[in-house]
């Protein structure tokens, strides 16, 4: 089973151990006088159709979006069946782009998602390895189209990089404080999903996304990795600590933001730090002046491999029609209730 399938398919939990840390109280998510201009988003596998549905909700609140290993937005409209047949396989077809447009205008007009002048203004960045089989390539080409119809001017604001040799997962570059056992096989994946293709994938998408960026040095990020505590934001699906990097220079308030979202098995209960220690988005905000949020999801029953909700499961059970990708998503409220926070004045 793959990093998306297994979470879908699986009736029960395994057993898995939370990390030490876990067991101390964090504090709360501070308010860093973020610059409300200068957001981002991005996401791997459940975390890039997460990140996708975020901007098409509230596409005013961002500047760019990033997504790896991803299909198209609101592709399980709400159905376990089309979330595994038609969202990482095509065994029940690719996504009807038409429809999902249907979808997309139906909210549009109900006010559930952003205006489309808004979302054309959007930067974005996709990438999809060749042998990806978990999500197929041919779902993040049909992202790709979903985006050319929806941008401005495609060829100035929209990236695709596929990797030929690459799996399913999060491509690093080999660095010194990356440790091998971190590192999955670039065309297998699996383990923490952070490939070791030697691509720094970060870099890539945030240059495209801001642009002139200055490259890190080497060693360890001047910042701090706080984990924090995400129950006070009351959301269905959200483990009880999240983290964020802080660089030293953003301690006063200004900094830009990018918030990261895991994907399925890449959340610090699975992996403990791996994924927000060494997806490399932290050397890059520390040398630009960038905030990075990672929250985190939590395993459960309807989702053991701490997947976000792309495809209904944290929405009320009675509704036969969840409104996951939409404003009223209780995962996206959540989310943007954090970024409401880091936009806050620093407590003195």
């Known amino acids: 089973m793959r990093l998306l399938q297994s979470s879908l398919v699986s009736l029960a939990l395994v057993g898995l151990a939370l990390p030490s840390a876990a ?21 791997v596998s459940s975390g890039g159709y997460m990140a996708t549905q975020l901007a098409v909700a509230w596409p005013e609140r961002f ?3 990033g997504m790896l290993g991803t299909g198209p937005w609101a592709c399980a409209q709400g159905s376990l069946s089309l979330a595994l047949g038609q969202c990482m396989s095509n065994r029940l ?3 009807d782009l038409d429809q999902l447009s249907q979808r997309l205008q139906d909210y549009r007009r109900r006010d559930l998602v952003g205006d489309a002048d808004e979302l054309a203004d959007l930067r974005v960045f996709v990438w999809h390895g060749e042998e990806d089989e978990t999500v197929l390539p041919q779902l993040g080409d049909a992202l790709v189209t979903q985006f050319k119809n929806w941008l401005a001017d495609p060829e100035d604001q929209l990236r695709l990089v596929v990797s030929d040799d690459a799996g399913h997962g999060w491509p690093v570059a ?24 030697d691509l720094d994938i970060a870099g890539r998408m945030m240059n495209w996304l801001h642009g002139g960026l200055t490259r890190p040095t080497s060693g360890e990020p001047e910042g701090q990795l706080l984990r924090f505590d995400q129950t006070e934001f009351d959301t269905k699906g959200f483990a009880d600590s999240g983290y964020s990097f802080i660089p030293e220079a953003c ?17 610090a209960e699975q992996i403990d730090e791996a994924f927000v220690r060494h997806s490399g988005l932290n050397e ?5 002046q960038r905030v990075v949020l990672y929250p985190q999801a939590e395993t459960s029953l309807p989702n053991p491999q701490g997947c976000w909700d792309w495809w209904g499961f944290a929405e009320s059970t009675w509704q036969l029609n969840p409104l996951h990708d939409s404003r009223e998503g209780t995962q996206l409220s959540g989310l943007m209730a954090m970024i409401d926070r880091l936009q806050q004045t620093p407590k003195r």
Do not use: F
């Open 23 to 43: 067991q101390e109280s964090p504090p709360d998510l501070p308010g860093l006088a973020i610059d409300t201009e200068d957001v981002s988003l991005v996401g």
């Open 63 to 65: 500047v760019g979006l």
């Open 93 to 95: 077809g690719l996504p």
């Open 174 to 197: 080999a660095r010194g404080n990356t440790p091998i056992t971190a590192l999955a096989d670039c065309r297998e994946g699996g383990g923490t999903y952070l490939l070791g293709c």
């Open 251 to 267: 301690q006063g308030g200004g900094c830009g933001l990018t918030v990261a979202l895991h994907g399925c098995g890449m959340g």
């Open 284 to 288: 890059w905000a520390a040398a630009n």
